[in-house]
């Protein structure tokens, strides 16, 4: 862990990097001996962080006298003194209008993370079927008088409730049966973005819109057509949860916590999907000194499935919680409390050698959405991968 100080002993990871970040400090100073992770060199760069070796200097204290120590304590102890402002850029924002359009398990449990958190001032759920939404936005303002959630909380029907959102997430959308993928799902979900994105365009043309539904990447497609938007403005939550599951995976083969393994995925959200081995870490160590080809083989496997296991158990669905998460991390980082790249499907046009596709990568993200595409390192494998899955989502698509 870093210290107060900005010295980090021992391994330097990301998340050192963005700690130093988002306590308002741009040195981070590194230990003779200590291993900075490539993660840490690339974040430190993207943040500004500088990171210098050796030990930060001794603070110097400057000499005073007792009555300079005096008036300055009852200065601060007068009414008229006011403490110095945070750090700008620090402060998270929040959220003034949230519309989350499907309220099945994604969209309500999206809508219950987001009102225990207070991320947005005002919360409202649509939904096709009569008092689905109204039913769940109902049982969760019950829930404030526990929470002590302030979210305003509304559900109904009309696509014009989506009026005036900073944010929209669109949930809507037929769930994956077993034995279905999720290209099955193209032309009957296609149908309902369109909708969704088309009343969007109309009634809040300065959102920001979170396609959750699936196949992601295609209707991430679908959303950005239709609402006309750029692509700044129109990302698709998919990244972050494949990468939550392979994090998720690997901990479990090395017997240590999620919190300490750094791995992402890229790609298609599907059979495409894209875990990226070569920079992952397990507490700052790669991958191969850790675990063996094989284990790190059933992981990437386990994660590529991941979804596919939720819906064989659930039968009648498909996961619900885990996305939920995602999608909270997604909005986390367009308002400002989340530092660092995540990945998320946005439509390429020349990163990485794709031109007009959807496809997951990582982007800094932030009040207008897509603030920068992050075109990472990659092993030749994975570029090729990556490349490949983009032309999948093309040719289907077609």
């Given amino acids: ?92 924002r929040t959220l003034r209008k949230l519309v989350v359009v499907g309220a099945g398990g994604v969209g ?21 079927v009569p008092g689905a939404a109204e039913a769940t936005a109902l049982d969760l303002e019950h829930a404030s008088g526990i929470t002590g959630s302030a979210s305003r909380i509304t559900g109904g ?3 014009g409730l989506v009026e005036d959102a900073d944010v929209v997430v669109i949930t809507a959308g037929r769930p994956r049966q077993p034995g279905m993928t999720r290209a ?40 950005l057509e239709s609402t006309q938007f750029p692509r700044e403005r129109v990302v698709g939550m998919a990244g972050t949860l494949d990468s939550s599951r392979f994090r998720r995976s690997l901990a479990r083969a090395a017997g240590v916590d999620p919190l300490d393994v750094d791995a992402f995925t890229l790609g298609s959200h599907g059979d495409e999907m894209v875990p990226v081995v070569s920079s992952a870490t397990i507490k700052g160590r790669p991958l191969h000194t850790v675990l063996s080809a094989a284990q790190v083989e ?3 496997a386990d994660t590529v499935t991941g979804g596919g296991q939720v819906v064989a158990l659930r039968k009648t669905g498909s996961a619900t919680l885990a996305p939920a998460h ?9 308002r400002g409390a989340r530092a660092g790249a995540i990945p998320v499907s946005v439509r390429l046009e020349g990163e990485y050698g794709i031109d007009g ?42």
């Fill in 108 to 128: 309500a449990n999206t809508a219950h993370l987001v009102a225990n958190a207070g991320l947005a001032h005002e919360i409202v759920l649509v939904d096709v």
């Fill in 326 to 334: 995602a999608v909270v991390e997604v909005l986390d980082a367009i």
């Fill in 298 to 300: 059933a992981c990437v």
């Fill in 357 to 398: 596709v959807v496809v997951g990568v990582p982007c800094l993200l932030g009040a207008e959405g897509v603030l920068e595409i992050v075109e990472l390192s990659l092993a030749d494998s994975e570029r090729q991968a990556l490349v490949a899955a983009a032309e999948a989502v093309r040719s289907r698509l077609a």
């Fill in 1 to 92: 862990m870093t210290t107060r100080s900005g010295v980090r002993p021992g391994v330097v990871g990301e998340q050192d990097v963005v700690d130093v970040w988002n306590s308002g400090r741009r040195k981070l100073h590194v230990l003779d001996g200590a291993l900075v992770t490539h993660q840490a060199r690339e974040a430190a760069e993207r943040l500004g962080v500088v990171l210098v070796p050796g030990p930060p200097p001794e603070p110097t204290v400057p000499a005073t006298d007792g009555t300079a120590t005096m008036r300055r304590a009852l200065y601060r102890r007068n009414p008229k003194w006011v403490a110095s402002d945070r750090p700008k850029g620090l402060a998270p």
């Fill in 157 to 159: 029907t009309s696509l």
């Fill in 184 to 223: 099955d799902l193209i032309t009957v979900n296609g149908r309902v973005v369109a909708q969704v994105s088309e009343a969007v365009r109309d009634h809040a043309p300065e959102a920001i819109v979170v396609v959750v539904t699936n196949p992601l990447d295609e209707m991430t497609s679908v959303a």
